[in-house]
């Protein structure tokens, strides 16, 4: 069955530097795009970026574009999330999710969530 | 950029149907998917391209599109329903996926 396992979370000061992962198996990684979704305290989804299939492709939130980078190794069949210059908005709980086959078909499989929390 | 509207709260009673709305400029021509989450999980696809279910969603799910409003429907609602339901849309023009804002589903 598919599984988006999902590591590297934790609590950072403002300004430092931390990468998320997520392992996927079950499924063929290399053959699908994935993404980034975070959703802060009591609040609703941010979509974060995705990265096409083979890695050709990136796009960004407005709202990270310049500080994070979405990655992957389909060697290894993982996803990361490299987030850099984190400020308190940052706080949140990071998603990493599958896109579904076929164009536009929405985020079919999601990992279970890991916590950034950004304090001094 | 493209922004989706739903309205923050719905109730309804048990065996009743609810109705969520989403709001966005001709999100008519746009595929709409619909997300389900319960508290402290993962979000779950329910609803994708506007109408259709993934396997292992229930047949009282179903979803609309046209105009500015689209509308997932859950018929003979349960007291498992209580969720946050968010839609979703690709907007071409910024290269960006857009959430919509929520709506929380209580059973009364």
């Known amino acids: 069955q598919v599984q988006l396992v999902q590591s590297g979370g934790g609590v950072v000061q403002p300004g430092r530097s931390l990468r998320l992962s997520c392992a996927a198996s079950g499924f063929t990684f290399s053959t699908y795009a994935m993404h980034w979704v975070r959703q802060a305290p009591g609040k609703g989804l941010e979509w974060v970026a995705v990265?096409?299939?083979?890695?050709?492709?990136?796009f960004y939130a407005d709202s990270v574009k310049g500080r994070f980078t979405i990655s992957r190794d389909n060697s290894k069949n993982t996803l990361y999330l490299e987030v850099k210059s984190l400020t308190i908005e940052d706080t949140a709980v990071y998603y990493c999710?599958?896109?579904?086959?076929?164009?536009?078909?929405?985020?079919?499989?999601w990992g279970q969530g890991t916590l950034v929390t950004v304090s001094s | 950029s493209y922004v989706l509207t739903q309205p923050p709260s719905v109730s309804v009673a048990p065996g009743k149907t609810a109705g969520i709305t989403c709001g966005g400029d001709n999100i008519g021509i746009k595929s709409v998917h619909w997300y389900q989450q319960k508290p402290g999980q993962a979000p779950v696809l329910v609803m994708y391209q506007d109408s259709d279910r993934p396997s292992g969603i229930p047949e009282r799910f179903s979803g609309s599109n046209s105009g500015n409003t689209a509308t997932l429907t859950i018929s003979r609602v349960e007291v498992g329903d209580e969720a946050d339901y968010f839609c979703?849309?690709?907007?071409?023009?910024?290269?960006?996926?857009?959430f919509g804002t929520g709506t929380e589903v209580t059973v009364l």
């Open positions: 990265i096409l299939s083979d890695a050709t492709n990136e």
């Open positions: 999710a599958r896109d579904g086959h076929g164009s536009n078909t929405g985020f079919d499989h």
């Open positions: 979703q849309v690709w907007d071409d023009d910024s290269d960006h996926y857009v």
